[in-house]
């Protein structure tokens, strides 16, 4: 836990979504608030958070924040209804 983020993971999941649409892409290792938006918008579907929520002074609210710029990264889903 708590080992620095790489930068150069963003081109590299863009790269495998590019390739694998329909693959799993998950994260390990320094994810944070302040990258899980931008991790989900590069293509990330699994984020494994640590340190960020544990050492955190409120896990739950860090959890819940984590959750939320998560969930703004990730492409809006289109539901299609044949009635």
Same mark, same amino acid.
């Given at each position: 836990?708590?080992?620095?983020?790489?930068?150069? +993971?963003?081109?590299?999941?863009?790269?495998?979504?590019?390739?694998?649409?329909?693959?799993?892409?998950?994260?390990?290792?320094?994810?944070?608030?302040?990258?899980?938006?931008?991790?989900?918008?590069?293509?990330?579907?699994?984020?494994?958070?640590?340190?960020? +929520?544990?050492?955190?002074?409120?896990?739950?609210?860090?959890?819940?924040?984590?959750?939320?710029?998560?969930?703004?990264?990730?492409?809006?889903?289109? +539901?299609?209804?044949?009635?």
């Amino acid at each position: 836990q708590g080992q620095p983020f790489d930068e150069s +993971i963003y081109s590299r999941i863009e790269e495998l979504r590019a390739m694998y649409p329909d693959m799993m892409v998950a994260v390990d290792g320094g994810v944070a608030e302040s990258n899980v938006e931008a991790l989900t918008r590069a293509g990330a579907n699994r984020l494994c958070v640590g340190s960020a +929520i544990s050492k955190a002074p409120e896990p739950a609210a860090a959890y819940a924040a984590i959750h939320a710029r998560a969930m703004r990264g990730c492409a809006p889903v289109t +539901i299609e209804m044949n009635v």
